[in-house]
């Protein structure tokens, strides 16, 4: 009889934590049911960019997130093989300083590098189809293919004594299609002119036979006395 009891209570016992492990009355009178365990092997979401990559230059007075992703669409070029220049076999080391040149069969030579004399602004000199005349009163050398653009500001024509970076020659070629990054610029060389943008002013300029194309916050001003066209943020 006391087995029997023994084997009644153990059934007993199993049916109750059996209906506690699935659901149960809470006190309420409400049935409970079982809360599942969330799974841990679930598979991260896929995310794929939707900014599709240009196949065209910026047209004038695009927005400046499209002049970027131009330029930088462009395939990167090895900053370390722009760091010389070359006049007469004589190479020129520059340190941290670039150059470069551009060139094609149409695409206008334009020699660039950065300027020491002006805090590392780049300068290029571009076979510019109609350059700015000499302002009145201006003497000595006009350069009026002599370009500088600190990002700030973009200056086209001025006057110069001597050469002054482009002194110790050019740089290698940045071929079409490539692009280079220094300091706070990127240029990409292309079929119809060198695009550069400044990420410092988000400012930007194409150089071309056609003449120099501002971007960004660039905007037409008064150009000083010794200067041809400037433009200025």
């Not at 201006?138 to 500001?153: A, L």
């Amino acid at each position: 009889m006391r087995m029997r009891r023994l084997l009644i209570w153990s059934a007993a016992a199993s049916v109750l934590l059996a209906g506690c492990a699935n659901g149960g009355d809470d006190g309420s009178g409400t049935s409970r049911q079982a809360v599942p365990t969330p799974s841990t092997s679930r598979t991260a979401p896929t995310v794929t960019s939707t900014t599709p990559t240009p196949v065209r230059p910026p047209a004038a007075g695009a927005p400046m997130q499209d002049v970027v992703r131009w330029v930088e669409a462009g395939i990167p070029a090895d900053p370390a093989g722009f760091h010389t220049v070359t006049r007469a076999g004589v190479a020129t080391e520059l340190g941290d300083a670039v150059a470069f040149v551009t060139a094609g069969a149409s695409l206008p030579t334009a020699n660039c590098v950065t300027n020491r004399y002006r805090d590392g602004a780049l300068a290029c000199l571009v076979d510019l189809t109609s350059p700015p005349p000499r302002p009145d009163g201006v003497e000595g050398m006009w350069k009026g293919n002599w370009v500088d653009f600190t990002g700030m500001t973009l200056e086209v024509g001025s006057a110069h004594g001597d050469p002054g970076p482009f002194g110790d020659g050019s740089g290698a070629e940045l071929a079409q299609g490539s692009s280079l990054a220094f300091g706070d610029y990127r240029c990409r060389a292309d079929a119809d002119g060198l695009l550069c943008v400044n990420y410092a002013h988000q400012s930007g300029v194409r150089l071309s036979a056609a003449g120099v194309q501002p971007f960004g916050c660039l905007q037409k001003a008064t150009a000083p006395a010794g200067i041809g066209e400037q433009y200025g943020c």
